[in-house]
């Protein structure tokens, strides 16, 4: 059974929510922030930056010119506090750091259950909405555009209940709640410019296994209703660049099952997937080598793969004016396998933006060597950690050159 709901019942619930919340909230969008122009930033000028614009541009034009992104991970996403996964408090010096690299995006993953009241309302903490525009305000003053989502809020943006089901009655309660967070986020940001984008969910998923059809079907059918809500939540939300994953942001499962909402606004949505293939070498450091000649490899997700997964993507959606954002990839750092993980980033950077998608590092702030050490920024000093991963990741962006003139990884001694 379908349990996403129809349009009619979507529509009933978005009205009786926006009212609601018009009616009883107490936040305030800051209007200042939103209003005022974005200030220079000393150094902050990044290479392959967009000037920040006011919605004149279309999403395609729009990725089109920012290129390269960057992640905050593991900050203002982390459940129990902007600081408890090792990273210090964000900064306007990193985004100035961020920017000054060669990043143009910055995608601010955000967590919201901790800060939320009770139902049916779900106020958000009035002190965390102003720290996440404290920080979209760090990003604006360094010129870099930003995106803000939901990120690990899977306590309660479920594809089942508690027992373990997917029921009609877990859809309805999610959704409730989805639409009064959402329009909290919207209604407090509407002042802002263009250089806000927003992004309905993260990685919403029931697993790496093949997707219940239900699952998939939930997933198109809240990113309807976060389209719908954003748009009658006033301000410049009506023409807001707005972001919608596929099903866990996998690319097979965007080419098999993601449904693009309805909008009235015009060719302001853009699709988002995430790129960690293969995933024992990008995210988790068990195997230390990439690429087809290179030993030890593993058997699948190499430069061929990449190439027809981006292609895909090409021919489904940016040659149709839907872009495309990889909204996460990277290669973790292994010590001694340094030049495979520099050949993976250049690789796999160059063959998303020579086909109009617009890659967004990871960066968790985690150092060392093996998993999940995605670290290219330094928070603490405000430098580059790898500058020569960071140069590859920068020629791949702006250079005029093909896949077969980069230079292949020099085997670990």
């Given amino acids: 059974m379908n349990i996403a709901a129809d349009p009619a019942s979507t529509a009933t619930l978005l009205l009786s929510a926006c009212l609601a919340l018009f009616a009883a909230s107490c936040l305030t969008p800051p209007a200042a922030r939103g209003t005022g122009k974005p200030s220079d930033a000393p150094g902050a000028t990044a290479p392959v930056t967009a000037s920040l614009g006011d919605f004149t541009r279309t999403?395609?034009?729009?990725?089109?010119?920012?290129?390269?992104?960057?992640?905050?991970?593991?900050?203002?996403?982390?459940?129990?506090?902007?600081?408890?996964?090792?990273?210090?408090?964000?900064?306007?010096?990193?985004?100035?750091?961020?920017?000054?690299?060669?990043?143009?995006?910055?995608r601010i993953p955000v967590t919201w259950a901790q800060h939320l009241g009770p139902p049916p309302n779900y106020v958000i903490d009035s002190s965390w909405l102003e720290r996440v525009a404290e920080v979209v305000g760090y990003a604006r003053s360094?010129?870099?555009?930003?995106?803000?989502?939901?990120?690990?809020?899977?306590?309660?943006?479920?594809?089942?209940?508690?027992?373990?089901?997917?029921?009609?009655?877990?859809?309805?309660?999610?959704?409730?709640?989805?639409?009064?967070?959402?329009?909290?986020?919207?209604?407090?940001?509407?002042?802002?410019?263009?250089?806000?984008?927003?992004?309905?969910?993260?990685?919403?998923?029931?697993?790496?296994?093949?997707?219940?059809?239900?699952?998939?079907?939930?997933?198109?059918?809240?990113?309807?209703?976060?389209?719908?809500?954003?748009?009658?939540?006033?301000?410049?939300?009506?023409?807001?660049?707005?972001?919608?994953p596929s099903y866990n942001t996998d690319?097979?499962?965007?080419?098999?099952?993601?449904?693009?909402?309805?909008?009235?606004?015009?060719?302001?949505?853009?699709?988002?997937?995430?790129?960690?293939?293969?995933?024992l070498f990008a995210l988790m450091g068990k195997t230390h080598t990439w690429g087809r000649a290179?030993?030890?490899?593993?058997?699948?997700?190499?430069?061929?793969?990449?190439?027809?997964?981006?292609?895909?993507?090409?021919?489904?959606?940016?040659?149709?004016?839907?872009?495309?954002?990889?909204?996460?990839?990277?290669?973790?750092?292994?010590?001694?396998?340094e030049d495979y993980r520099r050949y993976y980033m250049e690789y796999v950077t160059k063959a998303a933006v020579d086909r109009g998608l617009v890659p967004v590092y990871w960066d968790n702030g985690g150092g060392g060597s093996g998993g999940e050490s995605f670290a290219l920024?330094?928070?603490?000093?405000?430098?580059?950690?790898?500058?020569?991963?960071?140069e590859a990741m920068l020629r791949a962006a702006t250079g005029s050159y093909s896949l077969g003139d980069i230079a292949l990884p020099v085997p670990a001694k």
């Avoid at 330094?378 to 500058?387: A, C, E, M």
Wanted: proline fraction near 4%; charge should be negative; glycine fraction near 8%.
């Fill in 294 to 337: 290179s030993p030890g490899r593993d058997d699948w997700g190499q430069e061929d793969y990449i190439v027809a997964q981006f292609d895909k993507l090409k021919s489904r959606f940016v040659d149709q004016g839907i872009p495309v954002l990889v909204g996460e990839y990277g290669a973790t750092h292994q010590d001694g396998y």
């Fill in 59 to 106: 999403s395609p034009e729009l990725l089109a010119k920012l290129r390269l992104g960057w992640n905050l991970g593991n900050s203002l996403d982390v459940p129990a506090g902007e600081t408890a996964w090792g990273n210090p408090r964000a900064t306007p010096e990193l985004l100035a750091t961020v920017a000054k690299a060669g990043f143009a995006l910055v």
């Fill in 142 to 244: 360094a010129r870099l555009y930003s995106i803000i989502n939901t990120h690990h809020d899977g306590s309660w943006l479920s594809l089942k209940d508690a027992n373990g089901n997917t029921t009609q009655e877990n859809n309805a309660t999610v959704k409730a709640q989805f639409v009064a967070v959402w329009m909290q986020i919207a209604r407090y940001f509407a002042n802002q410019g263009e250089e806000l984008m927003f992004e309905s969910m993260n990685e919403v998923h029931d697993g790496y296994g093949k997707a219940d059809p239900r699952h998939v079907e939930i997933v198109n059918d809240l990113n309807q209703v976060f389209v719908d809500l954003v748009r009658a939540s006033g301000g410049n939300n009506i023409k807001r660049h707005l972001i919608v």
């Fill in 377 to 390: 920024i330094d928070r603490q000093n405000h430098s580059v950690f790898h500058p020569r991963v960071m």
């Fill in 251 to 279: 690319i097979n499962y965007a080419l098999n099952g993601f449904k693009l909402p309805i909008d009235s606004a015009k060719n302001r949505l853009i699709l988002s997937v995430h790129c960690y293939d293969p995933y």
